[in-house]
């Protein structure tokens, strides 16, 4: 089965239903929107085969488009808004993409692809055009998973992988139903957004309301009027609306009432004071709309108190684990005690996980297996070679324990991705390569460092004699501008020693950044 094949299942089961909440299109309507879409590109010369770009927002002309670029037995390139001209080129040119369909305030002038206008409004159904035949292995998406520039690592993922996430997201079955109104302002370009705001919906027969800005005054206007069922976001997003939540119940001068209600609320509710508890928990609870049943959090690490909090208040909160090659979800926690350090569960239906090369403390390398997990970089066999065993395992550098729940717990990454507080990832690699181009910088090594509590991509530059501080923020300033802001290195230290290295002359990240720590790079720029 292709996307478009198990898009037409769900329509066939649940063609009332509403796909596009806020458009109130349902499913069979938004399949006639789909073909609609991809008449306007086959006359635009697209074909199977071909890859073809999004570039947009989370308005309902992405997944319209998305599907018809699959109706069409394209590929589709999808592209993070935040980032830069230049690196649209790159990714273009490097999966040889032919076309972006995109929001008008994205283009620019370019002679790697043309442009589309993706809110042309379009016209007939071609009855005469049907959907290609597009085989399970055929690739359904592409993203670069460590930066546009330098040597990029492009995922390449099936319609098999994205089906069998869909499938495997069954595993939610209890929490979520046909017909929810699940909150789409993840967005879809990144892998978490796209599993549960694409994946999920279609393999339930929910319906998506897709918010294409983060003002927090139209998420809560939406929460209010929509009342979703289901709501994904980065715990940072959770964090800030717990926030938000007990300073506004502390300007009442209620909190020590509520702290209290809803941290005794399991006893308050045995000894028959539930009436109690529930008259605690609703007006906060009234904030998402009422009807919140389901908070999956993802893409970073959600802190203790911020999910006792959340569940506290009766809501089921889960976390999610995993990585654009495993079409995000590969793990899913289930509510239960005592799950900190951050836990997230055990891996979802059809997918295996083993622990490697354990410490003392039971610390280990996690590697998975399964449907889910895609069969290898685009173009980059040395890579793989690293990264797969002979059993068809992935590395996925990440350190974590085992309880005997049998749930797993993060413990640290043994790769270099920086995840910054926002959920965003930061591969040092490709920005290694960038500031290596600085003239007067022999070597440089980024790391994931705290400055004032806030989590940064930070720059250790071993540097030419005659290169000064001003010279090289001059120069880290000229690079940053060819990247996204969110991952520029605004935080470094110099120095005219060179950077400790392994005997495959590899920098040693983490005696660089403890070297820092002790001082030992007293130029800095912060």
């Given at each position: ?178 017909g929810d109104v699940l909150y789409g302002f993840l ?289 880290v300033s000229a690079a940053n501008k060819k990247i ?43």
């Amino acid at each position: 089965m292709n996307m478009f094949q198990l898009l037409e299942k769900t329509a066939g089961k649940y063609p009332d239903n509403l796909f596009l909440v806020r458009e109130e299109v349902n499913y069979t309507n938004f399949i006639e929107l789909i073909k609609k879409r991809a008449a306007t590109l086959d006359a635009q010369g697209i074909k199977k085969g071909d890859t073809v770009g999004i570039l947009a927002h989370n308005i309902p002309e992405f997944p319209i488009t998305l599907f018809a670029i699959w109706y069409l037995g394209g590929k589709c390139l999808m592209l993070d808004t935040n980032l830069t001209p230049f690196e649209y080129n790159n990714m273009a040119e490097l999966t040889d993409c032919k076309m972006v369909c995109a929001e008008k305030s994205f283009f620019f002038k370019t002679d790697k692809f043309t442009f589309f206008d993706i809110t042309t409004k379009d016209g007939a159904v071609k009855s005469e055009l049907k959907p290609a035949v597009v085989e399970s292995t055929d690739v359904a998406t592409l993203s670069f998973t460590s930066g546009s520039t330098g040597i990029p690592k492009i995922v390449p993922l099936t319609h098999f992988n994205l089906v069998e996430c869909a499938n495997s997201l069954e595993d939610m079955g209890q929490w979520m139903k046909s017909g929810d109104v699940l909150y789409g302002f993840l967005p879809m370009y990144h892998v978490f957004g796209f599993a549960v705001e694409i994946l999920a919906s279609v393999h339930y027969g929910a319906g998506v309301l897709l918010q294409p800005t983060v003002n927090p005054k139209d998420i809560m206007d939406d929460f209010v009027k929509f009342r979703p069922q289901v709501i994904p976001a980065v715990p940072r997003v959770w964090e800030v609306f717990r926030n938000k939540i007990i300073d506004n119940i502390k300007a009442k001068k209620k909190w020590w009432l509520v702290y209290i209600v809803l941290k005794y609320g399991k006893f308050l509710n045995k000894i028959g004071l539930g009436s109690l508890v529930k008259k605690v928990q609703k007006p906060i609870l009234d904030v998402f709309g009422g009807r919140a049943r389901l908070l999956v959090a993802g893409g970073a690490a959600t802190k203790p108190e911020v999910e006792t909090f959340y569940e506290r208040l009766g809501l089921t909160f889960i976390q999610g684990y995993g990585l654009t090659e495993t079409v995000g979800p590969i793990c899913i926690s289930k509510p239960t005690k005592h799950r900190f350090p951050f836990a997230f569960g055990g891996p979802i239906t059809n997918n295996d996980c083993e622990i490697r090369d354990k410490n003392e403390d039971g610390v280990g390398v996690l590697w998975v297996r399964g449907h889910q997990v895609f069969s290898g970089y685009m173009n980059n066999p040395e890579v793989n070679s690293e990264v797969f065993d002979e059993r068809g395992f992935f590395n996925t550098g990440d350190m974590v324990t085992m309880d005997k729940n049998g749930e797993l717990h993060f413990s640290g990454r043994k790769k270099q991705v920086i995840v910054l507080d926002s959920g965003k990832n930061v591969y040092p690699d490709e920005l290694e390569a960038l500031y290596m181009q600085i003239p007067g910088v022999k070597n440089v090594a980024v790391f994931e460092h705290k400055v004032k509590n806030k989590t940064v991509s930070y720059g250790v530059f071993s540097v030419d004699d005659k290169v000064t501080i001003d010279d090289l923020a001059a120069g880290v300033s000229a690079a940053n501008k060819k990247i996204a802001s969110y991952k520029w290195v605004t935080h470094f230290a110099m120095t005219t020693e060179d950077l400790p290295l392994t005997s495959t002359q590899k920098i040693k990240h983490h005696v660089v950044r403890q070297n820092l720590i002790n001082g030992e790079y007293p130029i800095r720029k912060e």
